[in-house]
Every structure is written in C-alpha cells, then in structure tokens.
C-alpha cells in the first residue's frame, strides 16, 4: 500500500463547470501521475509531475492542467468540464521513476459529466 | 516512440483452464517489462515484472518471461481460480529524456466460469 488517497470517488457534474480532482501520497514520493481510463482505450497518461512545481503534459492533456505545490498533493482541473471528459480517473505515483520503478495507483475516481 | 500491443479480449476460461495472455512491445532502449491486474472497482496493481531480457517474473500462480528476441512478455497460469477474473495490463518503463513514463496496453478482460 503506498498511501494514495483520491477525493472525490464519484462526482457528477455538468458541462461547463469546473472541476478538481485531487491525489493525495503520504509517502513523499517524487513521481506523481494523472490517468484517465476508458473503454477500448485502456490509460492514457494526462499529465505527470516530477517534483514540486515541476510538471509535464501526457498524450491527452487538452482541456486539463495540474499543480503541485507540495510534494503529497497532485491535483488535476478541468476548467471547463465537457462531456468527452467523462471517464475514470486514477493517480499513481513512482517513488524514485527509476527504469525498473514499480507504479502504485489510487482507487479512481468516476467523474461523469452531464 | 514505444508501444505495447496486447490480445483484445474477453479471454473466457472455465476453472482449472490454462492461460496465455499474449503481449508484444516495441522499444527503443531496454526497458522494465510488467503486468498489472485490475479487480473492478479498483486500481491497478503490480502482477509481476522483469527488468532484463530472459528474466521470469512471477506471482500467485502467473508467470512470464522477458523474450528479447522475440519483443514478448506473455502472461501464463497453468490452472485460472474463479478470482483471477480481472483486467490484465501488459506495460514497459522507459526514460525518455529522464523522465519515467510508463507505456501501458490497452488491457485484456478474463472471465473465469466456475
């Protein structure tokens, strides 16, 4: 267990409104992720950070940025919340991001966007 | 840029059936090679891994071999429980530009029947 709670688990709102989702580690480690899950897709990485203020955009970052102003908290906003953001979003973390570095996820959280 | 291509799915087994989950990838460098298994409703969670080529990864009953020659990693278990009915998610850890980002599959669903 590598201490990753994310708030909120479930969340419905509507197109339009903004939206934190946010991971949080108690374990300080440096490599802090974003994925979204969805069917035929599998994960797509959104947005990853490599320490504290230092953060890079994934394969799918349009329409989502990222702050990280202390080392236990990621957190991810959709400014504007449309309906293609529907999906599951799950955090990871990788303690050192070392090549052999195992990933240790967060239980998700479903965001659907009406 | 790197990839990993699995079988689609639903893989679906009768009890005690044996297992091949097929997995190829395509790298640039040398990379970390895992399975991670998805229950749902939850998270990912680390299978198994091998960090060089001819290395066996293995875990409750699954195993599978780092084949370099042939860009595989194929997931095995000689008899599948009920319970392994999960996700499955063929990954590799690369570092491009010093930074760790993993490359997942897209996942393969099995369904054991008692």
């Known amino acids: 267990d590598a201490g990753i709670t994310q708030s909120p688990r479930h969340k419905v709102t509507e197109t339009g409104t903004p939206v934190t989702l946010r991971c949080h580690q108690t374990?300080?480690?440096?490599?802090m992720y974003w994925y979204r899950q969805d069917p035929g897709h599998g994960l797509r990485l959104i947005h990853y950070s490599y320490g504290v203020k230092d953060t890079d955009k994934g394969e799918v970052s349009d329409g989502y940025s990222v702050s990280r102003s202390k080392t236990e908290d990621f957190l991810l906003t959709l400014e504007s919340a449309t309906s293609s953001q529907t999906s599951v979003y799950f955090c990871?973390?990788?303690?050192?991001?070392?090549?052999?570095?195992?990933?240790?996820f967060g239980p998700g959280t479903r965001l659907t966007v009406l | 840029g790197n990839s990993v291509t699995q079988m689609e799915g639903p893989v679906t087994l009768s009890e005690e059936a044996f297992l091949t989950i097929n997995c190829t990838y395509t790298a640039t460098g040398y990379p970390s090679l895992f399975w991670y298994v998805q229950y749902p409703g939850e998270g990912l969670q680390l299978l198994l891994k091998?960090?060089?080529?001819?290395d066996k990864g293995s875990n409750k009953g699954f195993e599978a071999t780092y084949r370099k020659e042939t860009t595989s990693f194929h997931l095995e278990k000689g008899s599948v429980q009920v319970s392994d009915s999960a996700v499955y998610f063929c990954?590799?850890?690369?570092?491009?530009?010093?930074?760790?980002?993993?490359?997942f599959g897209r996942g393969t669903s099995l369904i054991v029947h008692p």
């Open positions: 990871a973390i990788t303690p050192q991001g070392g090549g052999t570095d195992t990933q240790y």
């Open positions: 091998a960090t060089k080529a001819d």
């Open positions: 374990e300080n480690h440096r490599y």
């Open positions: 990954a590799l850890s690369d570092i491009p530009g010093g930074s760790y980002i993993p490359t």
